[in-house]
């Protein structure tokens, strides 16, 4: 170990003891480089987004440093990938209902980065798909994929089509669902 590791150790060990000018110093001394991880895992997010996700990080280690056994470090960097984990399966989530059974099931705390950006890759193609049909079906493909709810597209759907009933619109959509699923099989043959 160096001796900048030895002396992060010293103040996690004085901070599980309870001083608290300690743990605020571990806390300012481990920040940057949390942000630098999360900068990297997540290049397109906002700063606004990374400061939160790192404070949030940050947050839950002060929580939970009573029960760490082994190294404050590793320990830190496991909950930072969990929250990044989190974020990523949060934003992609709706983007992957339409997708193979159990996709994002297996997208959970212990998986890697490349699980997540596998996810993330198979969303965006199955965005790219329904890009492909047309009006009003992609629009209610899309917003049935963010997770809006179905009295919501139905109020958008009756903007763009005042005369359709409800029963009709349903059966349109459950059609929109079927292309879609038509589109990701033939993509994969």
Known sequence: MSAHS?????????????????????CAMVRRG???IAQRELPRYPQSAIED????TLEAFIQRRHQITGSSAAYLRGI??????????QKYNGSTRFLAEGTADHV??????????????RAEHCVRLVSRLGEPDRTMLIE????????????????????????????????????LWSLLEEDTK
């Open 6 to 26: 030895d002396h992060i150790e010293s103040l996690f060990e004085q901070a599980r003891t309870g001083d608290e000018l300690a743990l605020e110093q571990y």
């Open 34 to 36: 949390l942000l630098l």
């Open 53 to 56: 996700i790192v404070h949030d």
């Open 80 to 89: 930072l990938y969990n929250k990044i984990h989190f974020e990523v399966r």
């Open 108 to 121: 959970d705390s212990s998986s890697g980065v490349e699980d997540v950006v596998e996810l993330k890759d």
């Open 144 to 179: 049935s994929l963010k997770g809006t709810s179905i009295d919501g597209i139905w109020e958008w759907y009756r903007a763009f089509n005042p005369t359709s009933k409800f029963e009709a619109f349903k059966r349109r959509l459950y059609r929109a669902r079927q292309r």
